[in-house]
């Protein structure tokens, strides 16, 4: 299984990016997809969920502004982000959560995202 994150970068507060998580090696519809980061000196946290029904959770910090969704066609999970801020600035991983079909959960390799105030 692999996942492969892109679409980090430098964008100024205000702006958006939206990262792709792309799977293979995995049945991709049927596993939760979260969206984490982890900010320099910070725990890794949970940022955004969907399921493989298309429901969706936020984190309180990013709920309004960024948007999880899912192209089971393409093998593909998003992250939309607007109305970046500096604190926003982490590195974004992708998982996959452990299920009935899958014991182990699956990370990729992080994509960088640098809001500069």
């Known amino acids: 299984v692999q996942l492969q994150a892109c679409g980090g970068g430098l964008v100024q507060a205000g702006g958006s990016l939206r990262l792709s998580c792309a799977a293979s090696?995995?049945?991709?519809?049927?596993?939760?997809v979260d969206w984490y980061r982890q900010a320099p000196g910070k725990q890794r946290e949970l940022v955004a969920a969907?399921?493989?029904?298309?429901?969706?959770t936020y984190a309180d910090s990013v709920k309004g502004r960024f948007t999880i969704s899912r192209d089971n066609a393409k093998i593909t999970s998003y992250l939309q982000m607007n109305s970046l801020k500096p604190e926003d600035t982490a590195v974004y991983y992708c998982?996959?959560?452990?299920?009935?079909?899958?014991?182990?959960?699956?990370w990729g390799q992080g994509t960088l995202v640098t809001v500069s105030s």
């Open positions: 969907i399921t493989s029904g298309g429901s969706t």
């Open positions: 090696g995995i049945i991709f519809p049927i596993v939760t």
């Open positions: 998982h996959t959560r452990p299920g009935a079909y899958y014991p182990n959960d699956y």
